[in-house]
């Protein structure tokens, strides 16, 4: 799988070396050995996770920008698509946000015996962190992965981003059903029209990379609370 992973990672003009690989590598195998005890993915075959976690988080390095900045991964479960990143972009600080305690100490463990002094673990739901003024506008890039429909997403994303940064959520065949429905809680939000990107993973149909560039600053009111929004997206 190196190859494939060497390859995705060359789309953004970006060397991996050895060692990045490796630890790759000893990620997945920290990430299926926990899974035995704690479910963090469906996926347990070795084979499978090497495209359908490593390889599917790498496909987003083409869509963030070069040079030192911070990145959040939403929901972030098990660890994708944000701790394949801090391994490939070492220049970046990665925010792993996971409300579940124990999926966030798996992940604050995983970064430990792999060294990666870049990586951040917070158990704050995201409606939280969205009104916490240590994360609330402060990141370049806020990405998802298998968290929600388009239209939440963007609730829970859109106001961790800077101005000038961007959201990445990673969809699949329902992506054309669910944009319709987000337009008005992405300008809401201060989002701009989004890019769809087609991710080119091997094995993935119909798998997509949707892109929001943060034009404008979030409302006060937003995101909601939990109990606020009784289950009723922005639309």
Not at 167 to 187: D, S, T
Request: net charge positive.
């Amino acid at each position: 799988m190196n190859a494939l992973w060497t390859e995705i990672a060359a789309r953004a003009n970006l060397p991996l070396t050895s060692g990045q690989l490796e630890l790759l590598s000893r990620y997945l195998d920290l990430l299926l050995q926990t899974n035995e005890r704690m479910n963090l993915t469906r996926i347990t075959d070795r084979v499978s996770a090497e495209v359908q976690h490593v390889g599917d988080a790498l496909t987003l390095l083409p869509y963030i920008p070069a040079g030192p900045l911070r990145l959040a991964d939403v929901g972030s479960g098990g660890g994708v698509p944000g701790l394949p990143l801090a391994i490939a972009r070492p220049d970046a600080e990665v925010l792993l946000l996971e409300a579940t305690k124990k999926k966030a100490t798996f992940l604050s463990q995983a970064a430990g015996e792999l060294g990666l002094t870049n990586i951040r673990v917070s158990d704050l739901r995201a409606e939280d962190a969205g009104r916490d003024p240590n994360f609330r506008e402060t990141f370049d890039v806020v990405c998802a992965r298998a968290v929600g429909t388009l239209d939440w997403l963007a609730e829970w994303c859109l106001p961790l981003v800077k101005k000038g940064g961007r959201m990445l959520a990673m969809k699949g065949p329902r992506a054309a059903e669910e944009l319709p429905l987000a337009e008005h809680a992405i300008r809401l939000l201060g989002g701009g029209s989004p890019d769809v990107h087609p991710a080119d993973l091997p094995g993935s149909r119909n798998h997509v990379i949707i892109q929001i560039r943060k034009t404008g600053k979030t409302p006060a009111a937003y995101p909601r609370s939990s109990t606020a929004t009784r289950g009723k997206p922005l639309r």
